[in-house]
């Protein structure tokens, strides 16, 4: 007699379970659906889902979520959905696979696995943005906690600049023994009607307690100014008031506002937000001025100088040090177009980015919770953490973080020989660094695990944006002699040791190089890396053996 047993249907497709494909597809499509949408977002997902499942109405009635609905109920609508016309796999179900698979798994027996996820899964980015980690630091979980999920992660890492504009003179010393304070820069880059507004509530809910402080010295600017105008040329003159301590500026303002605002500020932050990021451009100066990227890249190194001097006795005449944290928004051509001309000039690597990913055509529109009185109080114990911090803060746990975090990217540029990626790494590190210590602070200089797995994923968010956005572009600057690469790619680099058999020669690797889309001048320089850090070993001359990353 044969065996009529039912085998039991696989909870995966390659390798992704299910439920993780589900939850990536629901934060694609606007979030879980509501009382009133149930059996409509259901439908899609079923209907969607049938492509990856050989439109098995058995297998979805594994994996389908309920939502409450009876399983009558569930059963007719997967019936529909498998009834209906075949066509291809759905844009939102490919992006949904797709976004849960960024870290494959290590298919070399024998290899180091640790280096393998961190680095070769890690490193070689997915097509779609890393999704954000479950667990939450608690600050970062209320800030998008009124926030449909599709916008989450351009939220978490948009708030940043407005809390850190809190901190007064607060210092963090990095692994390279500099001390930084938390200039925090960030650009969100989506396409037009992409929702890019969804950073706007929690930044003005952060930005509440500054724009009250500084209401008042705008009443103060302003009276003075009245009384300053209501008096004939040659009369006395009140000198401008002291203690007018502005934080948040326009986002229009001329460079010489910009540096008298900075100097009043009395070490403060500065603050803007901008809707479009060619708003910059009041700050560039002369009409072919480029201030304005001047001014990012002082911003964020410690102990910079900036300043003008006027012979007018009227104009503004100062030497400060730059404050200055900021939010833009850009489409994503624009965004590239903007910073076209300084791709190699160090704006774009002190800057965190952030996108919205593209959402299906007919979607449910995203709904928003409510900001209230409730938020605002749960909100205000962070921010109080954060203005009461002064002085050297350590964090143990950051620091030991950003060192971790430092060795892997060494590691990946080695092997990848990525010279874009290597260098993008650097600040990003330190951005992801100082994000960690805004964390500890507001959280009354606590440590949590979740801080910890933030951060990491901020870092490889940040580094997916500017590899999609410019790693092409950048490459071509730094090397206009290279042909460019056309075709579909990948952000950032394979591991150059993967393309190689377990023994090779000097020659297979300056075609492994060839093949990757590099020169063979600095062959030999990797090879004495790979050796250093026993990746390989020399067998004879020009002839080299794998120790890791074996076929």
């Not at 060494?410 to 790494?425: F, G």
Request: charged share 25%.
């Amino acid at each position: 007699m044969t065996d009529q047993s039912i085998t039991p249907c696989p909870l995966s497709f390659k390798g992704i379970p299910y439920s993780d494909i589900i939850n990536r597809w629901f934060s694609l499509a606007g979030g879980e659906p509501v009382e009133g949408e149930r059996n409509d977002k259901l439908h899609r997902l079923a209907s969607h889902l049938r492509y990856i499942t050989d439109n098995n109405e058995e297998t979805l009635l594994q994996i389908m979520p309920r939502y409450g609905l009876p399983e009558k109920e569930m059963k007719g609508l997967i019936h529909s959905a498998c009834s209906a016309k075949w066509y291809s796999v759905p844009k939102l179900m490919q992006e949904a696979c797709r976004g849960v698979s960024h870290t494959p798994e290590c298919a070399n027996e024998g290899t180091n696995e640790d280096v393998c996820a961190d680095v070769s899964g890690r490193m070689q980015y997915a097509p779609t943005v890393p999704p954000m980690p479950k667990r939450l630091p608690k600050l970062i979980r209320l800030l998008v906690s009124r926030t449909p999920e599709v916008y989450r992660p351009a939220v978490a890492h948009a708030v940043f600049p407005s809390l850190a504009t809190h901190l007064h003179q607060v210092r963090f010393k990095y692994i390279d023994n500099v001390e930084h304070e938390a200039t925090l820069m960030n650009v969100l880059m989506a396409g037009t009607g992409a929702g890019k507004d969804c950073i706007s509530e929690p930044i003005n809910r952060i930005m509440a307690d500054i724009r009250r402080r500084d209401e008042v010295n705008l009443r103060r600017e302003r009276e003075w100014k009245e009384e300053v105008n209501s008096k004939g040329a040659n009369k006395d003159k009140r000198q401008r008031p002291e203690g007018l301590i502005i934080q948040e500026i326009d986002a229009d303002m001329t460079n010489p506002a910009f540096v008298m605002r900075t100097a009043e500020a009395e070490g403060h932050f500065l603050y803007t937000k901008m809707n479009e990021i060619d708003q910059f451009d009041a700050l560039k100066g002369s009409v072919r001025g480029r201030q304005q990227f001047q001014i990012m890249c002082l911003a964020f190194d410690p102990g910079n100088r900036y300043g003008q001097t006027r012979a007018s006795a009227q104009a503004v005449t100062e030497k400060v040090t730059i404050r200055f944290n900021w939010n833009a928004s850009t489409t994503i051509q624009k965004g590239k177009k903007y910073f076209a001309r300084v791709l190699t000039d160090g704006p774009i690597s002190r800057i965190n980015f952030c996108t919205i990913p593209e959402r299906e055509i007919g979607a449910d529109m995203p709904v928003y919770g409510k900001y209230d009185a409730a938020f605002d109080e749960e909100l205000r114990p962070y921010i109080e953490n954060l203005n009461r911090a002064t002085g050297l803060i350590d964090c143990p746990q950051a620091y030991k973080l950003a060192q971790e975090m430092s060795a892997e990217n060494a590691e990946w540029a080695v092997l990848s020989q990525d010279r874009v990626y290597e260098n993008l790494s650097f600040r990003a590190n330190v951005i992801a660094y100082l994000k960690a210590c805004v964390l500890y602070v507001a959280n009354g200089e606590k440590w949590e695990k979740s801080i910890e797995d933030f951060v990491r994923w901020s870092f490889h968010y940040d580094m997916w944006c500017k590899l999609e956005f410019f790693g092409e572009a950048i490459k071509e600057a730094m090397d206009e002699d290279k042909r460019p690469l056309y075709g579909r790619h990948r952000p950032g680099r394979r591991n150059l040791l993967e393309l190689l058999p377990d023994e090779f020669t000097h020659a297979d690797a300056v075609r492994a190089r060839r093949t990757a889309g590099m020169s063979e001048k600095g062959t030999s320089s990797m090879l004495r890396q790979w050796v250093f850090r026993r990746y390989v070993t020399i067998v004879t001359n020009n002839n080299y053996q794998k120790l890791k990353f074996k076929a």
